[in-house]
Structure formats: C-alpha cells, structure tokens
C-alpha cells in the first residue's frame, strides 16, 4: 500500500512538472506571437512586410498545434 502510495504521488509531482512546463511554453510561444503581431503592425509599411507575415502565421500555427483550444 505504500509503495503505490508512493509511486501515485511520484507520478502526481511529475505530471505537475510536465504541465508547468508545457505552460510555460505556451507563454512563450503567446509572447513571442504577441511581439511578431506588434512588429507586423510597426512595420507594416516596410519592405520585409511579407517576411513579417509569414513570421507571424509561423508562430501562430505553432501555438494552435501546441495550444488545440487556441
């Protein structure tokens, strides 16, 4: 019994690890959205608008696959 115990609340701090991570993750990958959306509208103008587009869906497209609520 408490060798189950044991390995139920091993499991528990693990899956809580895997989770804080893959927030963590998520958080990047929402920030660094964020700053391609900004950049795109700075520079919107510019010569590497294509360039920015393109960044932007990337990183997007990444956070949807990651992200299935999103």
């Known amino acids: ?7 139920r609340l091993e499991a528990e701090k ?3 690890a895997v989770q804080m ?3 963590e993750e998520i958080m ?3 920030r660094n959205l964020e700053q391609a959306h900004e950049e ?3 520079r919107s103008k510019s ?3 294509k360039k920015l ?3 932007f869906e990337q990183a997007q497209g990444e956070l949807r696959r990651r ?3 999103w």
């Open 14 to 16: 693990y899956a809580h």
């Open 53 to 55: 587009i393109r960044h």
């Open 40 to 42: 795109l509208r700075l």
């Open 1 to 7: 019994m408490a060798n189950e115990q044991a390995a």
């Open 28 to 30: 990047k990958l929402r």
């Open 21 to 23: 991570k893959s927030d």
């Open 47 to 49: 010569s590497s608008f």
């Open 67 to 69: 992200v299935p609520c």
